[in-house]
T-cell receptor, first 112, second 113 residues
Framework: DTEVTQTPKHLVMGMTNKKSLKCEQH?????MYWYKQKAKKPPELMFV???????INESVPSRFSPECPNSSLLNLHLHALQPEDSALYLC???????????FGPGTRLTVL | GQQLNQSPQSMFIQEGEDVSMNCTSS?????WLWYKQDPGEGPVLLIA?????ELTSNGRLTAQFGITRKDSFLNISASIPSDVGIYFC?????????????FGQGTILTVHP
């Protein structure tokens, strides 16, 4: 298995909802990442997990809460989001933080 | 913070033509990555470069890590319609920011049949 999977593919939520994005990889990678991407812009890093520990938080608002339950799974919990949070959310993984990163297909999030 | 200057911003070419794009940085880096992204999909890694001067090919793609370690280029030969997409260069910061990818602004490639 050489891919990163993300669910759901699309998500529409209201500003008072609580939802979660899920990411999974079975490549034995020990680093996992969340990125946010607006249309026609490059991805922007949100969080880095290394060996299941949060190593980088790019000053992301607390309404985004990451979780790494084990070395294969990465979640992003969403609560009280704003319409401007609508974007493509990408998960990535790499063997270690110094190695090339492989991206999942993304979750298209719309906040109403 | 670190910035990558990627050019050109967009290219409109005929099928069969060769394409060249490049990225420059004000800082020295140890890694250059090139990704392609199709609409609504995640970026796909095309080529990874780890040594200054390194020249690597992947089919019709060729990329080089500049000898000064501050630049990289990506060439696509004999373009085909499926080459359409956005191409990003990226570098991996070191030190305490290891794992943080910084991306160029992207090159939007359009190929006319």
């Amino acid at each position: 298995d050489t891919e990163v999977t993300q669910t759901p593919k699309h998500l529409v939520m209201g500003m008072t909802n609580k939802k979660s994005l899920k990411c999974e990889q079975h490549m034995g990678h020990r680093a996992m990442y969340w990125y946010k991407q607006k249309a026609k812009k490059p991805p922007e890093l949100m969080f880095v997990y290394s060996y299941e520990k949060l190593s980088i938080n790019e000053s992301v608002p607390s309404r985004f809460s990451p979780e790494c339950p084990n070395s294969s799974l990465l979640n992003l919990h969403l609560h009280a989001l704003q319409p401007e949070d609508s974007a493509l959310y990408l998960c990535a993984s790499s063997r270690d933080t110094g190695n090339e990163q492989f991206f999942g297909p993304g979750t298209r999030l719309t906040v109403l | 913070g670190q910035q990558l200057n990627q050019s050109p911003q967009s290219m409109f070419i005929q099928e069969g033509e060769d394409v060249s794009m490049n990225c420059t940085s004000s800082s020295i880096f140890n890694t250059w990555l090139w990704y392609k992204q199709d609409p609504g999909e995640g970026p796909v890694l095309l080529i990874a470069l780890y040594k200054a001067g390194e020249l690597t090919s992947n089919g019709r793609l060729t990329a080089q890590f500049g000898i000064t370690r501050k630049d990289s280029f990506l060439n696509i030969s004999a373009s085909i319609p499926s080459d359409v997409g956005i191409y990003f260069c990226a570098e991996n910061a070191g030190g305490t920011s290891y794992g943080k990818l910084t991306f160029g602004q992207g090159t939007i490639l359009t190929v006319h049949p």
